[in-house]
C-alpha cells in the first residue's frame, strides 16, 4: 500500500504524505456532500460529519509534525477513530435519505482506502519504534 509520497524521495512534512493528502480529499468531499443535507441538521449530522472529517488529516499532520514516532502512531490511532466515527455517520445519514447511495459509494470507498492506508502507515511506524 502506497502512503508516501509521490516520489521516491522521503516525505519532507506532512503535506508530502498520500494519505494526509487522501484526508483531505474525503474532507472536501464531505463539505460538498453536507451542504445538501436538510437545515434542521446543521448542527446535528453535518456538524459532527464536518468536525470528524476535518480530523482525520489534522491528526495526521499533528502526528507527523510531533517528530517523535511513538507520538506520531498514537496520532494515527485519533485519526482511525475519527475515522471510524465517520463511517458512522455517512451510513446513518444515506439509511435516513439525506444524500444518494451514488455520493455515499464514493464516500465510503475514499473512507475504506484511507482505513487501509492508515493501518499501514501504523504497522510501518510500529516496526521503526
Not at 43 to 49: A, E, R, T
Not at 52 to 78: D, K, L, M, W, Y
Not at 114 to 129: Q, S, V
Request: aromatic share 8%; proline share 5%.
Amino acid at each position: 500500500m502506497d502512503i508516501g509520497v509521490h516520489s521516491d524521495k522521503k516525505p519532507q512534512g506532512f503535506k508530502d504524505l498520500l494519505v494526509w493528502q487522501r484526508g483531505m480529499e474525503l474532507a472536501k468531499s464531505i463539505y460538498r456532500i453536507t451542504q445538501k443535507f436538510p437545515p434542521e441538521e446543521k448542527f446535528g449530522l453535518v456538524s459532527q460529519m464536518r468536525r470528524c472529517a476535518v480530523s482525520i488529516p489534522s491528526n495526521i499532520a499533528e502526528g507527523q509534525a510531533r517528530h517523535t514516532t511513538g507520538e506520531f502512531i498514537q496520532f494515527i490511532s485519533h485519526a482511525e477513530g475519527s475515522l471510524a466515527e465517520l463511517y458512522t455517520q455517512p451510513r446513518l445519514a444515506l439509511e435516513l435519505g439525506f444524500f444518494p447511495e451514488t455520493e455515499a459509494a464514493v464516500c465510503f470507498g475514499i473512507i475504506e482506502e484511507l482505513r487501509r492506508m492508515l493501518n499501514a502507515l501504523r504497522r510501518k511506524l510500529a516496526t521503526r519504534h
